[in-house]
């Protein structure tokens, strides 16, 4: 019989650390983010009372993982651009689907950590408002309005940016 640990390190690994990734937008600090995420949560896997899914448990370590690192840097976060290691959907111009992604990337490392939160937890993860309450310890209402909120932060700092590449 092999270790539970293993498997839901396994099952959870990918989007505890794409979920990273997108925060930090750099792929070392997203691996060790990754694996403190995952020491973390065996450390007090006795102490997991299931009030919540497994997912939603380690994404909320793995947010305060994220805030516990920002604060101890408290410098801004380089953008590195080894978005190459994402998967590539092919299109008729793979070049300006890479350049999206760097620019999309770029754009939400722009926004107040919760603003990203909540948009790569959706958007990114699929998670539902339920699952991005308990991570960030906030009503569904809240949640509801601060992905609004984000959203069209996004959009209007998105819109900057691609005017300002033209």
Request: net charge positive; glycine share 4%; no cysteine.
């Amino acid at each position: 019989m092999s270790d539970p640990r293993i498997e839901i390190y396994e099952k959870y690994k990918n989007a505890i650390y794409l979920y990273l990734y997108r925060s930090t937008l750099n792929q070392h600090i997203a691996e060790d983010l990754t694996q403190d995420t995952f020491l973390r949560a065996f450390q007090s896997l006795s102490s997991f009372r299931g009030e919540s899914s497994l997912k939603t448990w380690l994404f909320k370590i793995a947010r305060n993982t994220y805030i516990n690192f920002n604060r101890k840097k408290q410098k801004q976060l380089e953008i590195h651009t080894d978005a190459v290691d994402q998967e590539f959907v092919v299109q008729q111009d793979p070049f300006k689907r890479f350049d999206d992604k760097i620019l999309i990337q770029q754009v939400l490392v722009k926004l107040p950590e919760n603003y990203r939160t909540y948009i790569i937890l959706r958007d990114g993860n699929g998670l539902t408002y339920e699952e991005i309450a308990v991570i960030t310890n906030q009503s569904i209402g809240q949640v509801k309005v601060g992905l609004y909120r984000a959203r069209k932060k996004f959009r209007n700092h998105y819109k900057q940016e691609v005017g300002e590449e033209r």
